[in-house]
């Protein structure tokens, strides 16, 4: 700190830890208690050894008993952010900061230890003049310096230099994003399972099912699959509470759950008909299982045997006789388990069902398949072009569906988002599956 007079002005040097490394902030404190900046010393662009010079000199500064007793005394160095004005968006080419704590460097003190000075409201970006940036070198500039230096110097060596900097700089972004997409993807990746030849696998007594016409899949009364469904999920608890895996005629009444569509009269209070299930179910579920298997209602809707056979003929026929599978809108697993026993058995299976209690039964009946539970298909990722058969009965509506990515079928009414999005999952030369 140096200063004019015994009342002011005051002139500033703050050493800062910013995002790319340690710099010398230059601030006028005038005499009526205004703080300004007036420019900048980049360190982390010098060598470490032309750094360490520089940051100890700095240091000897506040350590000598020479300091003049009349300035505000500043025992040691303020540590601080680089100011970012939360006003202006930051241009494409900016770094993203770093969350993660950075150890101090040599030298440095924490600013937890040093009594906070009050600073004005920062407003805005900072603006350099032609000579302070002619000063500095380049390849030492931030960003915000390279932007305003390119609007001063429009023709010559320096303007090149500018450019080529800039250039440099939108690279390094451009590579760092697609970097982190990459990474994005080896996740996704890692999250899918591998295709296995033995295909069931056994783990301890656990082992798929296999629909037969003996369980009766869809068959009875809207009143007789209520009474399925309710069994299928008194089970679920039963096998939570004991910590157990399903016996195989446990399974069989698993495989009976049909889920909520076609079943509305026992989600309405005012039905009188469904006055003794709706309490039953109500009192059944917790209030999160009772709202998602209200919304199911309206789009979940099982899928007959007859269908599911024609389907897997189909492909039969085309050709798909195994590899990675996925259905993306799974319910209970009805096209899990009538699979033909050949192509099931070279298939590595994958599945996807928002609903919590029907993902949880889906689970309990085909525990080598890699299920996501309580997640719908907006929230699942996996590379593009992954699997070998995307196969289904999509839910149709008319209601939007909108994903965080921001894909180019976000906000499609959900039977086209589904056909959308599961395409791009699929491998090009299986689309016609």
Do not use: C
Request: zero cysteines.
């Amino acid at each position: 700190m140096s200063k004019a007079s015994g009342a002011g002005p005051f002139h500033l040097t703050a050493l800062v830890k910013t995002q790319h490394g340690p710099q010398f902030n230059y601030y006028k404190l005038t005499r009526g208690g205004e703080l300004l900046r007036e420019g900048q010393k980049n360190l982390w662009a010098l060598t470490a050894e032309a750094r360490e010079i520089q940051i100890q000199e700095f240091r000897a500064v506040f350590q000598s008993p020479a300091v003049d007793q009349q300035a505000p005394s500043v025992a040691t160095p303020r540590i601080a952010q680089a100011e970012t004005p939360t006003a202006v968006a930051p241009a494409p080419m900016d770094q993203s900061p770093v969350d993660a704590q950075q150890a101090p460097q040599p030298g440095l003190v924490s600013e937890a230890a040093i009594p906070s000075i009050r600073r004005p409201a920062f407003v805005g970006p900072v603006s350099y003049t032609r000579e302070q940036l002619e000063s500095m070198y380049v390849t030492q500039m931030t960003d915000q310096q390279l932007r305003q230096a390119s609007t001063f110097f429009t023709e010559g060596s320096r303007a090149q230099a500018i450019r080529l900097q800039i250039e440099k700089r939108e690279q390094e972004a451009r590579a760092a994003e697609a970097a982190r997409q990459q990474a994005e993807e080896a996740q996704a990746l890692a999250s899918v399972r591998e295709v296995k030849a033995a295909g069931q696998e056994r783990y301890g007594e656990r082992l798929d099912h296999v629909i037969t016409d003996a369980d009766r899949i869809g068959q009875g009364g809207l009143m007789e699959k209520y009474r399925d469904n309710v069994r299928a999920i008194e089970l679920v608890r039963t096998l939570d509470a004991q910590n157990r895996n399903a016996t195989e005629d446990e399974l069989r009444v698993l495989a009976r759950y049909v889920g909520w569509g076609g079943l509305k009269g026992v989600f309405d209070p005012e039905n009188k008909a469904w006055a003794q299930q709706h309490s039953e179910l109500k009192s059944l579920l917790t209030d999160a299982e009772w709202a998602a298997a209200s919304r199911s209602q309206l789009d979940a809707f099982y899928t007959a045997p007859v269908v599911v056979d024609a389907m897997y003929a189909g492909l039969s026929r085309m050709g798909y006789n195994g590899g990675r599978m996925i259905d993306p809108a799974m319910g209970s697993g009805n096209f899990v388990g009538m699979m033909p026993a050949e192509m099931r058995r070279e298939s590595s299976i994958h599945g996807v069902e928002l609903d919590i209690l029907t993902s949880r039964i889906a689970s309990s009946l085909y525990p080598t398949a890699k299920i996501a539970q309580a997640t719908g298909f907006q929230a699942y990722n996996a590379p593009a072009g992954y699997f070998d058969l995307v196969v289904g009965n999509p839910p149709f509506g008319s209601q939007p569906i909108a994903d965080e990515r921001g894909s180019a079928y976000s906000g499609w009414s959900i039977h086209n988002y589904f056909f959308a999005k599961r395409g791009s999952f699929q491998k090009t030369e299986n689309k016609a599956r």
